[in-house]
């Protein structure tokens, strides 16, 4: 669960976690700026070539994508030139991808070229782009630029082949970027979209403040946060060789309800807040209390250390994962109630359960406490059974669940898995070690009756699980 913070405009665009629209902070001084662009091609009755200025990571190309979005009744979505399309085929390029005239302005960004010494191309490319733009008033290509040398040699090419017409004064543009007091908001904007909050990340208020004043650009302070987050989750992950944990909590059908409360859609991450909400009162919940009150020791950084999720099984699959690999007394016993193996079955049913969807790489889209469909008394009675075995038979049921996951996920590599894993220490032990494709989960299964299905006893034995791994690994304080 590694936080990527994009820290140029770029890198939302390639993102498919964020969407773009949002994350725009609107600089009204910037936006002025092309609506003086597009007065002067309507002047002069032809297109432009438009240079921005301004220090690296001031926002430069996000300017350009903010006034389509922020002006779009004046113009139209942007047209990004690849930086693959070599300088001498960009003319081509753009007359066999631009758009059709309409009332709006295009704007057409080319970014990623600071430097070329394709004298020769881009004399060729200028020639070509002032024929284009000719026929074209609506265009208005916007080259950003950190060098000064660089500009003053594209100005000057730009005049020597179309004279002021194609770069006029006023297309040299400065880019002012968004100021320092909204660059908190636009970090506020990236974690609503990445589900993420400070505590998270084991970030503090003050640590944030601290990156805005010592940053040049807000750009820079986005890179100083993604810095911030790599030494703190990824860094502190790898050096202390930290295990993923994945919590397994089978219950009645409600146990999916139950378990929406305390995790994240799609990813199954858990939410620091809520367990602690469910369950106050609990010893665990009184403990993270205490411990949330430092950023490096907060219950939601210590679930993004140990990348800890919550998925949840209901009694079908669990039932019926036993009648296919359990031990011979307790699927006699199962008999007794009416459930026989059934491979079918027992596909069908666990392939429906969020633990398959994520062990599969599904994540679950969907967060709802409806209960779907209906449980057979037999099959009612025969989880009944299991679940007040576990206590005492706690490593063959899951073992058995286990061994039907890797049927149906060949990458859930069980048979090669280890069981109640002793990790060293007492009263530390994890239920099962599995690789799962190329990385390793550690798996807490937790068999709830329907009485005790409920979100506060989930988010408590969570809680005090989460407090045995984070004193192991030297995460929290005793």
């Known amino acids: 669960m590694t936080v990527k913070i994009p820290t140029r405009f770029e890198h939302i665009l390639g993102d498919d976690r964020l969407s773009s629209t ?43 994508w903010s006034a389509s979005i922020n002006m779009s009744d004046r113009f139209e979505l942007v047209l990004p ?57 609506d265009m208005i290509v916007c080259w950003p630029t950190t060098s000064e040398e660089w500009k003053q040699e594209l100005i000057s090419m730009a005049q020597m082949v179309g004279g002021s017409s194609l770069t006029p004064n006023s297309a040299n543009v400065t880019i002012s970027g968004p100021p320092k007091d909204a660059w908190n908001d636009v970090l506020e904007r990236l974690f609503i979209q990445l589900d993420q909050r400070l505590e998270d990340l084991g970030l ?7 990156a805005v004043e010592e940053s040049k650009a807000v750009g820079d302070f986005l890179a100083t946060v993604r810095d911030e987050i790599a030494s703190r989750v990824d860094m502190v992950q790898l050096s202390r060789d930290l295990p993923e944990i994945l919590f ?8 999916v309800g139950e378990a929406n409360r305390l995790r994240r859609a799609g990813t ?35 679930i993004s250390l140990f990348r800890a999720k919550l998925a949840t099984m209901t009694p079908s699959s669990v039932v019926y ?41 599904a994540g679950i889209n969907e967060l709802t406490s409806t209960i779907k469909g209906k449980t057979s008394d037999s099959v009612l009675s025969a989880f009944a059974y299991i679940q007040q075995l576990s206590a005492r038979r706690h490593k063959v049921i899951n073992q058995s669940i286990c061994a039907l996951a890797e049927k149906n996920v060949p990458g859930f590599a069980a048979s090669s898995g280890t069981f109640e894993v002793d990790l060293g220490e007492q009263d530390t ?22 009485a005790h299905c409920r979100a506060a006893s989930i988010a408590a034995y969570i809680m005090k699980k989460l407090r045995v791994y984070a004193n192991h690994y030297n995460i929290t304080p005793r």
């Not at 503090?204 to 601290?210: F, G, I, L, T, W």
């Open 22 to 64: 949002p994350l725009i902070v609107r600089v009204p001084q910037d936006m002025k700026q092309f609506d003086i662009l597009r007065r002067t091609t309507e002047i002069q009755g032809g297109g432009i070539l438009a240079f921005l200025s301004g220090a690296s990571g001031c926002g430069k190309t996000t300017s350009v």
């Open 81 to 137: 030139v690849p930086a693959t399309v070599p300088l001498r085929e960009v003319g081509n390029w753009l007359q066999d991808n631009v758009p059709p005239k309409t009332e709006k302005s295009l704007l057409v960004l080319m970014d990623g070229r600071e430097a070329s010494d394709d004298t020769v191309g881009l004399r060729q490319f200028m020639a070509t782009l002032n024929q284009l733009l000719r026929g074209r008033p």
């Open 204 to 210: 503090s208020p003050e640590s944030v403040s601290q």
């Open 248 to 255: 397994v909590v089978t219950s009645t059908s409600a146990v």
């Open 268 to 302: 199954m991450v858990l939410k620091a807040e809520e367990l602690v909400g469910y369950s106050p009162r609990s010893e665990s919940g009184k403990w993270w209390q205490e411990r949330n009150k430092s950023p490096q020791h907060h219950l939601a950084y210590v």
């Open 321 to 361: 994962s036993i009648a296919e690999y359990g031990p011979e007394d307790m699927r006699t016993a199962l008999r007794d109630k009416g459930i026989s193996k059934s491979p079918a079955n027992a596909d069908t049913t666990f392939q429906s359960t969020d633990f398959c969807k994520f062990i599969n790489g």
């Open 429 to 450: 032990y994890a239920d099962a070690v599995i690789a799962l494709d190329e990385r390793e989960l550690h798996l807490e299964f937790h068999h709830l009756s329907d």
